[in-house]
């Protein structure tokens, strides 16, 4: 998630609850490959903590992935994964991502370059069940493609998160992997909230893994087999808050990241116990790791 997952977040996770698999922010390979490099780079951040780690990119350009393929792999990444999912409607509008189910061949050309790339190095695809109304030619497409991982989620790019995800959809899915692509792993997402559910989902469709996304800012621990999260006191979740806002001020010391990217964890660490949503309040008013750190050390 765009300016929210950064490894910052993904330390905090790994030290609470790790998950098998890590993905990085998604990056504009065509932003990467131009003089606006330096502004994007810090997105392919992460530490020997966040591992196993795929670079999650996104673009236009195929020549640009074959690029940006050669440099994370130089980087130290597990894998890389491209996002022909997001709905938001300025990507779609610019053809990219989720407006690539509707462009074939520029999605096959991308697919090409990454791979040619790649060489034995793994490559991912994210995507959704279809652009406006569900449509498996797509799932059908990329599992031509020879994909080592096809991440797929429930919901066109239209329905945004606005109904259910239809697991239904990407059972099908799965039991075209096993006719066209049985090498191909196949995970599903969409309103997986806990491991538990997480489990029963990939055990009912027969699949290889469960990604979690929107699930994290409910419970911190969503990746442990037993979670505390419930049970944790405001003293444990301030002080993890406290915690949060330290390592963002010493990884992103020349400002890389702006400070009001801190206010979109508000109400997973201040939720659940009495007085919240004013220090909620109080937190949106502040302007810096200092004042949020102070305001919060107040409360313990």
């Not at 951040?45 to 673009?59: D, M, N, S, V």
């Not at 990454?114 to 991912?124: E, K, L, N």
């Not at 991440?151 to 109904?163: F, N, P, Y």
């Amino acid at each position: 998630m765009d300016d929210v997952t950064d490894t910052v977040f993904r330390q905090i996770i790994a030290d609470l609850a790790s998950p098998d698999l890590y993905f990085s922010e998604f990056v504009n390979v065509d932003g990467l490959q131009s003089p606006g490099r330096e502004k994007l780079i810090r997105k392919l951040r992460f530490t020997a903590k966040e591992k196993p780690i795929f670079a999650q990119l996104w673009g236009l350009k195929p020549d640009n992935f074959y690029k940006t393929t050669k440099d994370v792999i130089a980087m130290g990444f597990d894998g890389v994964d491209l996002n022909m999912g997001c709905p938001i409607k300025t990507v779609i509008k610019n053809g990219a991502c989720a407006a690539l189910i509707n462009n074939r061949e520029l999605a096959s050309e991308i697919i090409d370059a990454t791979r040619q790339a790649a060489g034995d190095f793994p490559v991912s695809v994210k995507t959704r069940v279809g652009l406006t109304t569900p449509d498996m030619s797509w799932i059908g497409f990329l599992l031509s493609k020879k994909l080592d991982l096809l991440s797929i989620h429930g919901r066109t790019a239209q329905q945004l998160s606005k109904v259910p995800a239809d697991w239904n959809l990407i059972g099908k899915a799965r039991e075209m992997r096993d006719t066209l692509c049985p090498g191909a792993l196949i995970v599903g997402n969409g309103d997986v909230m806990t491991r538990v559910q997480g489990i029963k989902l990939a055990s009912k469709y027969k699949l290889d893994g469960i990604m979690i996304g929107r699930g994290v800012f409910h419970d911190p621990f969503v990746f442990a087999k037993n979670s505390p999260w419930e049970q944790w006191s405001k003293k444990q979740k301030i002080e993890l808050f406290q915690k949060h806002i330290e390592l963002f001020a010493k990884t992103w010391k020349q400002g890389e990241y702006k400070f009001d990217s801190l206010k979109k964890f508000c109400k997973l660490y201040l939720s659940g116990f009495e007085g919240a949503s004013e220090l909620r309040e109080q937190f949106m008013a502040t302007h810096s790791p200092k004042d949020a750190f102070s305001l919060l050390a107040k409360q313990l």
